[in-house]
Structures are given as structure tokens and as C-alpha cells.
T-cell receptor, first 114, second 110 residues
Framework: GAVVSQHPSWVICKSGTSVKIECRSLDFQATTMFWYRQFPKQSLMLMATSNEGSKATYEQGVEKDKFLINHASLTLSTLTVTSAHPEDSSFYIC??????????FGDGTRLSIL | QKEVEQDPGPLSVPEGAIVSLNCTYSNSAFQYFMWYRQYSRKGPELLMYTYSSGNKEDGRFTAQVDKSSKYISLFIRDSQPSDSATYLCAVTGGGNKLTFGTGTQLKVEL
């Protein structure tokens, strides 16, 4: 069964609004979670590493003020896309390493900005 | 040059065929090798992972790593239509940061 839960699975919103995506680890604690972005027929691109209790680490070229990450507890990380525009439309996926195993991924959030 | 190269396909095979999926990588520091399966509009699902060179088998799936040639493979025996998906290889040097291939789209036809 899924060990990483992501919500919502699909969101459509108007340009200029902010959208929050949640990523939860189920039945395990995750001090670190990862946020990826995937365009159609392309691979996953790491956006940032979410660290519980401290600031996220962003990859080069990712706007920190645009993609706000909060990791307030050991089981929840959130990604907020602020003032979203059509070019932000994409598939956003979170992941967390499970003890002794590689990262497990959530089911992704399809974001469509009109 | 990309750190991980993977043929995007699409690869189409008849049901029951043996499927071979491959990736090459450039950095010899990579030591952990993973295969994920991703269905359309879903997150990647971990299939197999291996450390260093060698083979690992799990049911119909076999993962193979050849560090000398920087080549990793996933074999699927007795392929089924339900195996139709995109298969992503991923590598890491031991930390949490994964480097993915572009993914190979596989279609198993009846």
C-alpha cells in the first residue's frame, strides 16, 4: 500500500491564486521530503528538499518565493505555489525516504492554471 | 551529457514477451540503482533497487547492474498488459538525492 499520501490529486484554479499541496508520510516519520515537478513525457526534476523544522533547500533555478515549502511536522510537508500562472501548470510529486529503502512517492498533484 | 541516459521509447511488445529496459550513467560514484514504474498521471512506484554490481530478482522482474560499463537493466518476464507503463531508472551516490532517466514508455499488447 501507499506509504506517502498526497492531496489534492488534481486542482484547477485561476491565474493569480495560490495553491497548497500536502504530502504526508503514513505510519512513518519523515524528517526529509522531496518535491518534484514533471512535465508531460519528461522525467522528474527535483525542485527542493523539505527539512522538518528548518528551511527547505531549493535546487538551482527554482524560485523560493514562488514555491513555498513548509515542513512543520514529521509527517507533513506542504508546497504552496504562490500567484500561480499558466506556466506553473504541471504534475507535482512528493517523496520521502522510508527507513532502509529508497524514496517512495506520492501519487502526484496535477495542477492546471487557467 | 546527461548523467543518466534512457531510451524514451515507446517500446511495444506482445503479451508474454521478455522485456529489456536499459539505462547508462556517467558518474562512477553512483552506487545505488533503482527502477520505478509510473502509470499515467500517477506517482512513481518503486519496483526494485540494488546496491553495486550484480543481479536481483523479484518475481517476474530482474534488475541487473554492471558498474564496469555503467549500465543498468530491468528485465520483465512473461510481460502482461498491466505492465504497460513508463519505467524510470534512478541512481544515487548514497545520499537522498536521486537522478532519474527520462523514462521508457512500455506497451504490452494482447
Amino acid at each position: 500500500g501507499a506509504v506517502v499520501s498526497q492531496h489534492p490529486s488534481w486542482v484547477i484554479c485561476k491565474s493569480g491564486t495560490s495553491v497548497k499541496i500536502e504530502c504526508r508520510s503514513l505510519d512513518f516519520q519523515a524528517t526529509t521530503m522531496f518535491w518534484y515537478r514533471q512535465f508531460p513525457k519528461q522525467s522528474l526534476m527535483l525542485m527542493a528538499t523539505s527539512n522538518e523544522g528548518s528551511k527547505a533547500t531549493y535546487e538551482q533555478g527554482v524560485e523560493k518565493d514562488k514555491f513555498l515549502i513548509n515542513h512543520a511536522s514529521l509527517t507533513l510537508s506542504t508546497l504552496t505555489v504562490t500567484s500561480a500562472h499558466p506556466e506553473d501548470s504541471s504534475f507535482y510529486i512528493c517523496s520521502a525516504p522510508v527507513s532502509g529503502q529508497p524514496q517512495h512517492f506520492g501519487d502526484g498533484t496535477r495542477l492546471s492554471i487557467l | 551529457q546527461k548523467e543518466v541516459e534512457q531510451d524514451p521509447g515507446p517500446l511495444s511488445v506482445p503479451e508474454g514477451a521478455i522485456v529489456s529496459l536499459n539505462c547508462t550513467y556517467s558518474n562512477s560514484a553512483f552506487q545505488y540503482f533503482m527502477w520505478y514504474r509510473q502509470y499515467s498521471r500517477k506517482g512513481p512506484e518503486l519496483l526494485m533497487y540494488t546496491y553495486s554490481s550484480g543481479n536481483k530478482e523479484d518475481g517476474r522482474f530482474t534488475a541487473q547492474v554492471d558498474k564496469s560499463s555503467k549500465y543498468i537493466s530491468l528485465f520483465i518476464r512473461d510481460s502482461q498488459p498491466s505492465d504497460s507503463a513508463t519505467y524510470l531508472c534512478a541512481v544515487t551516490g548514497g545520499g537522498n538525492k536521486l537522478t532519474f532517466g527520462t523514462g521508457t514508455q512500455l506497451k504490452v499488447e494482447l
